[in-house]
């Protein structure tokens, strides 16, 4: 979806002077952002400048210590437990390590989400469910195998798969294509996309894989020293004289 | 650096408590995952069973036949079945069968739940609308109260057999005789402070191991320790609970 098609768009997700810090260390810091339906937001900021921590906040897995995170009108940190559950069921998580339940089968791996929320789904609703999941990242042959039996890219694809199960209207991508190879990466990058356009995602992907940045973004926000650093489209920050901006750019030019 | 370490100290066991008290609070409340208990009743009783069986056997036989010299010296060789059976059923089988239990079951799930911890697969639990909590930690706990107590019964039943052997070493003696030897003095109030101990004894080592489990830090390092910590932690807590019981036993005259 281009950029200008997502500027008249409802807001998904809303966040407004978010704070968290550890210890000393304040990693977000007065924070903003705003995700428009349909769009692909990259944040992009060196390691440990709190990219994951923000996409953690945004899910509940994280306390914020102040400012206000909005899904869908729902205010995240004043949800109880149960209300968090419900909203999750709209927002799918891709971990950077997967986070695949290396105990349990692929196919297990595809129907632990949906045991919990559809409880009343019959048997052969789920089947339906997890082979139509798997022919989408294109991994069906690998239903009945265990996680250590498959390569980086294809666990990266079962992840995707175990968070496309519960058909979520925002997916947030937490670095993924940390570990893979630049063509695995780069199939991964258009597997996000192919995504987007089946299931009308809108999407936060955590990165610094300026390959990955490009393929994906519609828009780019550059987080430094925990704030909105910088806001614009993949062009228009690529032409960016500002120094900070540019180290980012600079990486693409000399992997390309 | 003494403080630091009582510092530590405290403060995981304060961690600790309040982990129980979510026990407490969590445990109760639906939604059940029922199927997961019977997989974790699964994974710690039959998986545990050929240990403590085997441990209990070699138990029964090795009291049996060290014992044995001593009861003849005082004369006292006919009373051999029924002093071995006291001292395996009352204090022998549920200990060495709870330290048995804090070696494999403790370190399985300080080791598991450690792993899942730092690979964040105890996140995407919870991201997917999953407590892990209930499905992980209640599940375990009251899997090992459950299956502790049934342990110990079995493992009893064959260190019985075991000095039944390590008698028949040293003297023939028929299987009806011996057993009306051993039920002559054996009695419910031997049987049921062992059975109420080793129940505590499951709570005890599901409740470190999972706790363990759940607070890994660091990596794979930290698996390996969680692993070990739940391991000797939970031998600690056996011994204490053991005392406690002894003590309460003593107090409400159940000698």
Redesign the interface.
């Known amino acids: 979806m281009s950029s200008e098609k997502v500027k008249d768009k409802n807001i998904v997700i809303q966040i407004k002077g978010l704070k968290k810090s550890f210890g000393e260390n304040n990693v977000l810091n007065n924070f903003n952002l705003d995700l428009k339906e349909g769009e692909n937001l990259v944040v992009l900021g060196k390691s440990g400048s709190g990219k994951s921590v923000l996409i ?1 906040c945004i ?1 509940g ?1 994280m306390f914020t210590d102040s400012g206000s995170i909005k899904v869908f009108d729902n205010e995240v940190t004043e949800l109880s ?1 149960d209300e968090l ?2 909203m ?2 709209k ?1 799918g ?1 891709l ?3 997967n ?5 349990m089968t692929v196919r297990e791996n595809l129907e ?2 949906l ?3 559809w409880i009343n789904t019959t048997k052969e609703n789920v089947n339906e469910l997890v082979l139509e999941v798997l022919n989408n990242v294109g991994l069906a042959h690998t239903i009945d195998m265990m996680p250590e039996e498959l390569s980086g890219g294809m666990r990266k694809r079962i992840a995707l798969a ?1 968070t496309l199960i ?1 058909k979520p209207k925002i997916i947030l991508y937490d670095e993924p294509t940390t570990g893979l190879d630049p063509i695995t990466g780069k199939e991964i990058c258009n597997l996000m996309l192919e995504v987007q356009k089946k299931y009308n995602t809108s999407s936060i992907i955590i990165s610094h894989d300026m390959n990955c940045v490009k393929i994906t973004s519609n828009r780019i926000i550059v987080l430094i020293d925990g704030k909105c650093y910088a806001t614009g489209t993949y062009e228009e920050l690529s032409k960016s004289s500002d120094i900070n901006i540019q180290h980012f750019f600079d990486s693409i030019i000399r992997t390309v | 650096m003494k403080s630091k370490a009582l510092t530590n100290l405290l403060k995981e066991t304060a961690d600790l408590y309040l982990f129980t008290i979510r026990f407490f609070k969590e445990g109760f409340k639906p939604r059940f995952e029922v199927s997961e208990l019977i997989n974790q009743c699964f994974y710690i009783g039959n998986k545990t069973l050929p240990l403590v069986g085997i441990t209990g056997f070699i138990m029964g036989l090795v009291i049996t036949i060290q014992s044995h010299p001593s009861m003849k010296a005082f004369g006292a060789e006919s009373w051999l079945p029924s002093v071995v059976s006291v001292s395996l059923v009352r204090e022998i089988v549920p200990v060495i069968t709870a330290l048995i239990c804090a070696g494999k079951i403790g370190s399985g799930i300080g080791a598991e739940l450690g792993s899942m911890k730092v690979t964040e697969q105890i996140d995407a639990m919870e991201v997917s609308g999953t407590n892990p909590f209930k499905y992980l930690v209640v599940t375990r706990v009251f899997a090992a109260m459950l299956m502790l107590p049934l342990l110990v019964i079995l493992s009893d039943a064959i260190a019985l057999y075991g000095a039944y052997i390590g008698v028949n070493m040293k003297q023939v003696i028929s299987f009806q005789l011996y057993s009306n030897q051993i039920f002559s003095k054996l009695t419910f109030s031997d049987v049921l402070p062992s059975i109420i101990k080793s129940f505590f004894f499951g709570f005890a080592i599901g409740i470190i191991g999972c706790f363990k489990g759940f607070s890994t830090k660091n990596g794979t390092q930290g698996v390996g320790r969680a692993a070990n910590s739940a391991v000797v932690a939970a031998t600690f807590v056996v011994f204490i609970i053991d005392l406690m019981a002894a003590q309460i036993a003593d107090i409400f005259s159940i000698t």
């Open positions: 953690k899910i897995l437990h559950d419900k999750r069921v927002i998580f971990f950077q390590s986070a695949l339940y290396d105990s632990f989400p045991r919990r929320h175990r519960l």
